[in-house]
């Protein structure tokens, strides 16, 4: 099993930006389907992005976070991003990077350790 790791997580004020970053193996990152998910303390997964690979052609997001979250991809570095614009209290979360054999499944294959967003009102 390869290894994800994620990074940018950290603490903001309500109506700020964040970029998370997921870097991950070659291997991984031309064969499955990219995605982040979070988890806040007493309530379950929340699949919140994916996108396609190898070239990113589809992308998903959840209606909580449309308009407001990015997600892309950078190839040359095997690195996924989400970019958070207009974040919310509601937002605060364990975010994770995640593959998917198949997009928009839910049955990840691999994910992260995660990284802490906490945003403030």
């Known amino acids: 099993q390869e290894q994800l790791v994620e990074s940018g997580g950290g603490s903001v004020q309500a109506g700020g930006s964040l970029r998370l970053s997921c870097a991950t193996s070659g291997y991984i990152f031309s064969r499955f389907c990219m995605g982040w998910f979070r988890q806040a303390p007493g309530k379950e997964r929340d699949s919140i992005a994916w996108?396609?690979?190898?070239?990113?052609?589809?992308?998903y997001y959840s209606d909580s976070v449309k308009d407001r979250f990015t997600i892309s991809r950078d190839n040359a570095k095997n690195t996924l991003y989400l970019q958070m614009n207009s974040l919310k209290p509601e937002d605060t979360a364990m975010y994770y990077c995640?593959?998917?054999?198949?997009?928009?499944?839910?049955?990840?294959?691999?994910w992260g350790q995660g990284t802490q967003v906490t945003v403030s009102s």
């Open positions: 995640e593959a998917e054999a198949a997009c928009g499944t839910g049955a990840y294959k691999y």
């Open positions: 996108i396609s690979a190898p070239r990113g052609l589809s992308t």
